[in-house]
C-alpha cells in the first residue's frame, strides 16, 4: 500500500517540482538580466518536459528501459491525441505558417529519426535493436538545431512572457526553489518509477504498458495544464507550440540524454508506439488543412481523443503488453 502512496505522491512532487524549478530559475535569469521573452519561450521548451526527463533518467540509471521508453512515446502520443484534443475542445487552435510548416513537419521527423535508429534489426539484421551512446549524440544535436531555430522565432511567439513568473526574489530564495525543485524532481521521479516496477509485477504487466499509460499521462499533466490555460485565454501558439515543443524535446533530449547514461534496447513491438507517434503528429499536420484552415477545430480535437481512448483500450487488451 505504501508503494501505490508513494506511486502517486510522486507525480504531485514532480509537478512541484518543476513548477518550482521553472520559478526560481526565472527569478534568477531576470537577475542576469535575461529577456522575459527568452524566459518564457525556456520555460515553455524546458518547465513543462522536465517530469519526463527526471523520470527517465532515473529509470535509465536503474535499467528500467521499458519505462523510459514508453514515458518518451506514450507522452508524446498523449500530448498530440489528448492534450491537444482537450485544448481543441475548449477553443479551437490557430496557429501560424511557421507552425504548420516548421513546428510541426520538425516534430514528424522526430518521431521518424527515432523510428530509423531504434531498428537495427530491420535494418542491418542486427540481433538487437538499441539507442546507443552514439544515437543519443546525433539526438542532441539535432536538439540544438531545434533549439537555435526556437530562439530565432522567440519574438513571434504570441503570449510566451504569461508563462514567466513575474514575481521578484532574492538570490537566496531563487536559489532555494530551484534546489528544492530539483529535489523534488528526483524524489518523484525515484517513487515513480519504483512504484511503476511494482505495479507492473503485481498485475502481471510489461513495464512497457505502465510507462505507455499511467506514467506517461502523469508527466504530461504540465503540459496538459499549459496548453489547457493557453486554449482558454485563446493563446493557440502557447497551446500547440508547448506540445510540439515537448514532443521534439522528448525525443532528441530525453531520450538522448537517456541513451547517453545507458544504452536503450527497443523490441520490434516498440514499432507500434513509434507508429502511433508518427501517425498522431501525421494527422496533426493533416488536419491543419481540413476544416478552417491552419486551425484545430473541435470536431479534430474530438476525434483525437477518440484515437486516444481506442489507443489505451489497444494497449491494455493485447496480449503482447502482458507478461506472461
Do not use: C
Not at 524566459?39 to 540509471?61: C, K, M, Y
Not at 526556437?150 to 512572457?161: L, P, R, T
Request: aromatic share 10%; net charge neutral.
Amino acid at each position: 500500500m505504501l508503494t501505490y502512496l508513494l506511486f502517486i505522491a510522486g507525480f504531485v512532487l514532480l509537478i512541484k517540482g518543476a513548477s518550482f524549478l521553472v520559478d526560481g530559475a526565472s527569478a534568477m535569469a531576470r537577475r542576469l538580466n535575461v529577456s522575459d521573452l527568452v524566459i518564457g519561450l525556456t520555460v515553455v521548451a524546458f518547465g513543462t518536459s522536465t517530469p519526463e526527463l527526471f523520470v527517465n533518467v532515473i529509470a535509465s540509471a536503474k535499467g528500467n528501459t521499458g519505462i523510459a521508453i514508453g514515458n518518451v512515446l506514450g507522452s508524446n502520443i498523449a500530448n498530440i491525441l489528448l492534450i491537444l484534443g482537450v485544448s481543441s475542445v475548449i477553443h479551437p487552435l490557430e496557429v501560424t505558417k511557421g507552425t504548420v510548416w516548421k513546428e510541426i513537419p520538425f516534430s514528424l521527423l522526430a518521431a521518424l529519426v527515432l523510428g530509423v535508429m531504434a531498428n537495427d534489426q530491420l535494418i542491418d539484421q542486427k540481433n538487437f535493436s538499441a539507442l546507443s551512446r552514439i544515437d543519443g549524440l546525433i539526438l542532441l544535436s539535432f536538439f540544438s538545431i531545434f533549439m537555435y531555430y526556437s530562439y530565432s522565432i522567440a519574438g513571434e511567439i504570441e503570449g510566451v512572457k504569461q508563462h514567466v513568473q513575474m514575481e521578484e526574489k532574492s538570490t537566496v530564495k531563487s536559489l532555494f526553489f530551484v534546489g528544492a525543485g530539483l529535489a523534488a524532481l528526483a524524489l518523484g521521479g525515484k517513487w515513480i518509477v519504483d512504484g511503476a516496477v511494482v505495479i507492473a509485477k503485481n498485475f502481471g504487466m510489461s513495464e512497457s504498458l505502465i510507462g505507455l499509460t499511467i506514467v506517461a499521462v502523469g508527466t504530461s499533466l504540465p503540459e496538459l495544464a499549459t496548453s489547457a490555460t493557453a486554449a482558454y485565454r485563446r493563446n493557440a501558439e502557447i497551446a500547440v507550440g508547448n506540445v510540439i515543443g515537448s514532443n521534439i524535446f522528448n525525443i532528441f533530449f530525453v531520450l538522448g540524454i537517456s541513451s547517453i547514461i545507458k544504452p536503450l534496447p527497443f523490441n520490434l513491438k516498440d514499432n507500434l508506439d513509434i507508429g502511433a507517434v508518427i501517425l498522431a503528429s501525421l494527422l496533426l499536420f493533416l488536419f491543419m488543412f481540413t476544416g478552417k484552415k491552419r486551425s484545430l477545430d473541435r470536431w479534430e480535437g474530438a476525434i483525437f481523443l477518440v484515437l486516444y481512448a481506442v489507443y489505451i483500450i489497444f494497449l491494455f487488451v493485447t496480449g503482447s503488453r502482458i507478461v506472461v
